[in-house]
């Protein structure tokens, strides 16, 4: 799957080796974090529920750490600058749907993070631990956020997934080999 002799990082004509990994973490991670996520939705309140929560609580956990070291990447590496036979605003529409990509990931989190701190429960970001007075209006709000961003997310992620079927099969190009 991976080259060898490929670079750890972006260069001007291709991804690196840490860019298609976080890629590819990141979309396992979301192959069991969203499935996870509605699967909770419908547990009664017990110990086996509390045990899921916790494993989805990490995973998000991990998910957010990994999002921002692929934006910090993303920052301090070049994109590979590739020459499609993209229609006009093509490319335009393709860093929208990354930039909402990531906005959505944070979001999920973040509205996941404050739901269970103002749930009255404490967590450990950042290697300290965070407790927050209860509130559990705010906590339901940012529950809301929460499954409203997930839904976004999947259809942020069904555009992207589309785009790559739709330069396979319409505009003839394997765009998908890019980031394997």
Same mark, same amino acid.
């Given at each position: 799957?991976?080259?060898?002799?490929?670079?750890?990082?972006?260069?001007? !004509?291709?991804?690196?080796?840490?860019?298609?990994?976080?890629?590819?973490?990141?979309?396992?991670?979301?192959?069991?974090? &969203? #499935?996870?996520?509605?699967?909770?939705?419908?547990?009664?309140?017990?110990?086996?529920?509390?045990?899921?929560?916790?494993?989805?609580?990490?995973?998000?956990?991990?998910?957010?750490?990994?999002?921002?070291?692929?934006?910090?990447?993303?920052?301090?590496?070049?994109? #590979?600058?590739?020459?499609?036979?993209?229609?006009?605003?093509?490319?335009?529409?393709?860093?929208?749907?990354?930039?909402?990509?990531?906005?959505?990931?944070?979001? &999920?989190?973040?509205?996941?993070?404050?739901?269970?701190?103002?749930?009255?429960? !404490?967590?450990?970001?950042?290697?300290?631990?965070?407790?927050?007075?209860?509130?559990?209006?705010?906590?339901?709000?940012?529950?809301? &956020?929460?499954?409203?961003?997930?839904?976004?997310?999947?259809?942020?992620?069904?555009?992207?997934?589309?785009?790559?079927?739709?330069?396979?099969?319409?505009?003839?190009?394997?765009?998908?080999?890019?980031?394997?």
């Amino acid at each position: 799957m991976f080259n060898l002799n490929m670079s750890i990082f972006n260069n001007i !004509s291709k991804y690196g080796l840490l860019a298609k990994l976080i890629h590819w973490l990141t979309a396992a991670g979301l192959l069991i974090q &969203i #499935p996870l996520g509605f699967y909770l939705v419908d547990l009664d309140f017990d110990q086996f529920r509390v045990d899921i929560e916790n494993y989805h609580i990490l995973f998000g956990l991990i998910l957010f750490y990994t999002t921002l070291i692929r934006l910090t990447f993303k920052l301090l590496s070049p994109t #590979p600058n590739f020459n499609d036979n993209a229609f006009p605003g093509q490319k335009v529409l393709a860093k929208l749907n990354h930039f909402f990509l990531y906005l959505a990931l944070l979001t &999920i989190t973040i509205s996941g993070i404050f739901k269970k701190l103002f749930n009255g429960e !404490s967590l450990v970001i950042f290697f300290k631990k965070v407790n927050l007075t209860y509130n559990f209006e705010l906590s339901e709000q940012f529950y809301s &956020i929460h499954v409203l961003a997930n839904y976004v997310l999947i259809g942020l992620i069904a555009l992207h997934i589309l785009a790559v079927l739709f330069h396979k099969f319409l505009l003839r190009e394997n765009i998908l080999k890019r980031i394997l």
